[in-house]
T-cell receptor, first 114, second 113 residues
Framework: DAMVIQNPRYQVTQFGKPVTLSCSQTLNHNVMYWYQQKSSQAPKLLFHYYDKDFNNEADTPDNFQSRRPNTSFCFLDIRSPGLGDAAMYLC?????????????FGPGTRLLVL | DQQVKQNSPSLSVQEGRISILNCDYTNSMFDYFLWYKKYPAEGPTFLISISSIKDKNEDGRFTVFLNKSAKHLSLHIVPSQPGDSAVYFCAASGGTSYGKLTFGQGTILTVHP
């Protein structure tokens, strides 16, 4: 089955210790998105890649970076995690970035910062 | 500024009855709307969508209604089943923020047997 996969499902890191979350997809979609969702809040878009073009949301902190080495994989790097970065991180994909395309989500990675 | 709002944090319904989940938006440029369902510890699963050129879209037990003049959409689930118990998010896109989904905060639906 075509799908969006996120690893790990749960990640524990220490305050200030860099962490990388990964996302892969077998849908062959051109666009990959990273969302942050804190408890009882709406998912919030951090950035997205359209092919190799990186698009950052204006209010995404510099602490968050992303890499997309190929069509299938996309990584979220948190350079110096703070306690406030504890959240569910969701990866999503779509065929292209037009506004009437459905986004398909992975299961998410729950990040805990100690 | 919350552009998509789900004003009911929770909804409880008896099995077999209708569930109606509501969503309001403020950005008149939004022209595509989606509903996602989310179980605990899982990512959102796409349920149904509607373009602004329509006022209704149906898929099995799920129907989405769009009232553009009121900037309101609703999801109807008939009949409701215990397996429908989850968090439901509405999302919208359009205008200059193409490709970006703006989500509501979600409504927890509980369907009692």
């Amino acid at each position: 089955d075509a799908m969006v996969i996120q690893n790990p499902r749960y990640q524990v890191t220490q305050f200030g210790k860099p962490v990388t979350l990964s996302c892969s997809q077998t849908l062959n979609h051109n666009v990959m998105y990273w969302y942050q969702q804190k408890s009882s809040q709406a998912p919030k878009l951090l950035f997205h890649y359209y092919d190799k073009d990186f698009n950052n949301e204006a209010d995404t902190p510099d602490n968050f970076q992303s890499r997309r080495p190929n069509t299938s994989f996309c990584f979220l790097d948190i350079r110096s995690p703070g306690l406030g970065d504890a959240a569910m991180y969701l990866c999503a994909t779509s065929r292209d970035p037009t506004h009437q395309e459905t986004q398909y989500f992975g299961p998410g990675t729950r990040l805990l910062v100690l | 500024d919350q552009q998509v709002k789900q004003n009911s944090p929770s909804l409880s319904v008896q099995e077999g009855r209708i569930s109606i989940l509501n969503c309001d938006y403020t950005n008149s440029m939004f022209d595509y709307f989606l509903w996602y369902k989310k179980y605990p510890a899982e990512g959102p699963t796409f349920l149904i969508s509607i373009s602004s050129i329509k006022d209704k879209n149906e898929d099995g037990r799920f129907t989405v209604f769009l009232n553009k003049s009121a900037k309101h959409l609703s999801l109807h689930i008939v009949p409701s089943q215990p397996g429908d118990s989850a968090v439901y998010f509405c999302a919208a896109s359009g205008g200059t923020s193409y490709g970006k989904l703006t989500f509501g905060q979600g409504t927890i639906l509980t369907v009692h047997p």
